[in-house]
């Protein structure tokens, strides 16, 4: 957009879907009003040079077909719309980059905020955001990503294959190193903390991080490779640097945080300081999503937590034992490893109810090896042991990549063959 | 409960609605499950002994009417559920606390996790918490909160008086302490940056804050009361507390930030570190509440707020322009004073298109005056100015307290009465 001085004004966009009392046009005004320069009365301050330099624009409206009932109740729609119908479409508002600075909060209460709760508003949902370069460079992004990630769990070629530390919860530390201790001795490449699990005080981190450490190491010096394990440091920010400190003092090659409780902040604060990847977990992310006409799309979720500096997403997994659908889950995936305003991409991590054969799905449908596959009780669940787990995970991939069928290849590996057998009824 | 070794298990308890495909109570069960030891097999390390002490405990489940149609679409309910309904109700899980400790991410990834996620849930929403006093009292709370924030703003007896810097973006440091010169000159309580306003370019924080520190002194040093200037602080965390250390040393009495974006373990480090009250902006909370079958009730949210260390928290205006009713918007300024496990009550902020007229709704419905009542172009936008804006707010108040209708009340108080006449139709 040309400024009234001539010069190009430098902006970034928030694409919706909107839903509103009001025809779309004008609820969308509404909402670039209210998140720049606006307030239900033109105030005294507020000159046209000022509305004209910090203004956000509607840029794209694109309607769909009206719906005959709200997807959310609105007071203030009851009270004031007039419209027998609630318009839906999508629309794009482009922001002043100056409005904002490189303040991640302050995007988020700019792309995010109080334009949720604007009673013209029976709908919306954040689709998607786009940064210019110059402005998403001044936000750290990840600090490993997809290569720091392979390179420090020594796996090329193929996805990461780990676990998750289960039970969830009442493992002593010395009952974890054990397990930990089986998991290596599988082969396993990656291993993390269930998020429900950080520093309960009948396994406090410091000790199950005693405990693990030196069996991780044993392995490390046994493969000339250190297992990654992202032990799960969330807490406070204090908590979080000491025990990041303690993690890398201990040669450990991950950490773990639950980024939605932690918040952005707390995550940007992980990236300043981190010697190792960071594994965000989304735990809280349905509430945010759930509904196709409230919250936030993954698409620009993900984009925030690069731009906050994640290493590692959880996308779900497939025919997993949550909500999304496949094809929602694999789209998640593709977003993490799709360009983004010159911001490293993200490692998917594909988890809940994984096990070896739905490997193939995930392989036809990405169509890139860069993921993390996780299955926790379809390894240390697994009919023979927690060795046929890995191993069975392995040859899943094996399978997929190389285009053999499943059952095909099952007929030369046992611990696939015994995995089908168990898992495939129960999660099929 | 008894465990089985015959002590008393010290518990935390969650309260939920609860829409699924599979009946109520094996939904909370996998609920409950899912979110202490469970996962979807039994596994070698779960044994009973671990899964009787770390289990969580469905202890009530409250049948309502089933839906036909799923509030939230699941994949899996698709593909595994064979009712032709969907169940409704409200449970009540209690959780071992020392499943968490005094870990905040870890409660919420416990109580606000994954459990949103669940193939078998089409509906979830958090209503509300219930924490024994010894637990809750292992989490920091409000430093300040209503008596604290009274205290520092000097106002007893009646609501704080406040208002927001508009336009809300735009604002050189400079004209924004000219307006701050003119709200204080009129007598105003409190005053706070715009959520969309922290650090940019054209207005950074340290300019702001050295426009407008001498002008709050100079209005301390006439009246004997510092104005209580809420200046969004938001950033990163080094950002943050370099920015409440300049705020004290300039002798302000108040720091803002948008607590969803910072996340819990900012807000609770900036709770640490604070000498003043932490005003919590909430923008983005649309997103976690609007629909009525998914994401957190208010009245669980400002439990986690207080748990942090918040110490005045928004809750809407009446009558304003946002989507909440006002029952709504009471019921949630009532939680913030209500008593809860022994942690202090908050501070709730009334703002959103309010204006002097709304205060009798308020008294009337509250009850109480232990409130802060924002008004930005409610005073800012006054036909008779700033000073006549926050005249007729206290006028509003005064009106309210003493039991006299509004309109007999303007007639002897002009700046009420014009603001009957200028807002009141529009908003009302």
Redesign the interface.
């Known amino acids: 957009m040309l400024r009234s001085d001539g010069g190009q004004r430098s902006e970034f966009r928030a694409t919706y879907f909107l839903e509103s009392a009001v025809p779309l046009q004008q609820a969308a005004e509404v909402i670039a009003g209210e998140?720049?320069?606006?307030?239900?009365?033109?105030?005294?301050?507020?000159t046209l040079e000022?509305?004209e330099?910090?203004r956000a624009r509607v840029t794209r409206v694109t309607p769909q077909a009206p719906a005959l009932a709200p997807?959310?109740?609105?007071?203030?729609?009851a009270r004031h719309a007039r419209d027998a119908v609630f318009h839906r479409g999508e629309i794009e508002i482009a922001f002043p980059i100056?409005?904002?600075?490189a303040?991640?909060?302050?995007l988020?209460?700019?792309i995010?905020?109080?334009?949720?709760?604007?009673?013209e508003?029976?709908g919306?949902r954040l689709l998607d955001l786009d940064l210019p370069e110059s402005f998403a460079a001044q936000f750290p992004g990840p600090k490993f990503g997809v290569e720091g990630t392979r390179k420090m769990a020594g796996v090329h070629g193929r996805p990461v294959i780990g676990t998750i530390i289960?039970?969830?919860?009442?493992?002593s530390p010395e009952?974890t190193a054990e397990?930990v201790d089986n998991l290596c001795a599988a082969g396993i490449d990656f291993i993390k903390d269930d998020?429900?699990?950080?520093?309960?005080?009948?396994a406090p981190f410091d000790a199950r991080l005693a405990a693990v450490m030196p069996v991780l190491q044993k392995h490390a010096d046994r493969t000339g490779q250190m297992p990654m394990y992202a032990i799960?440091i969330?807490?406070?920010?204090?908590e979080?640097l000491r025990r990041h400190d303690a993690v890398v003092a201990a040669g450990g090659t991950c950490i773990m945080?639950?980024t939605?409780?932690?918040?952005?902040?707390?995550?940007?604060?992980l990236r300043?300081h981190t010697a190792v990847p960071v594994h965000a977990?989304r735990?809280?992310?349905?509430?945010?999503t759930?509904?196709?006409a409230?919250?936030?799309a993954f698409r620009a979720y993900q984009k925030i937590l690069r731009l906050a500096g994640a290493d590692q997403l959880h996308v779900?997994g497939v025919q997993?034992?949550?909500?999304?659908?496949?094809d929602s889950v694999v789209a998640s995936a593709a977003a993490c490893l799709a360009p983004f305003a010159g911001v490293s991409p993200l490692m998917p991590v594909f988890s809940?109810?994984q096990w070896a054969g739905l490997a193939p799905i995930i392989h036809g449908q990405l169509g890139s090896d860069d993921l993390m596959h996780l299955a926790?009780?379809g390894i240390?669940?697994h009919p023979h042991g927690v060795e046929a787990g890995v191993t069975s995970m392995r040859e899943g991939w094996e399978a997929a990549r190389e285009g053999v069928p499943l059952e095909e290849y099952a007929e030369t590996h046992p611990a696939l063959r015994a995995a089908i057998e168990h898992f495939g009824g129960?999660?099929a």
């Open positions: 998140q720049s320069s606006g307030t239900f009365l033109t105030l005294p301050g507020e000022l509305k330099r910090f997807a959310l109740h609105s007071a203030w729609a100056e409005n904002v600075g303040n991640l909060p302050t988020m209460a700019t995010a905020g109080n334009l949720f709760e604007l009673g508003v029976t919306l289960k039970p969830s919860v009442g493992l009952k397990l998020e429900l699990m950080a520093d309960p005080p009948y799960n969330s807490g406070t920010i204090d979080m945080a639950s939605n409780w932690i918040g952005l902040a707390g995550l940007q604060h300043q977990h735990n809280g992310w349905g509430a945010l759930r509904h196709p409230l919250g936030i779900n997993g034992k949550f909500w999304e659908p496949d809940s109810g926790g009780g240390i669940g129960v999660l």
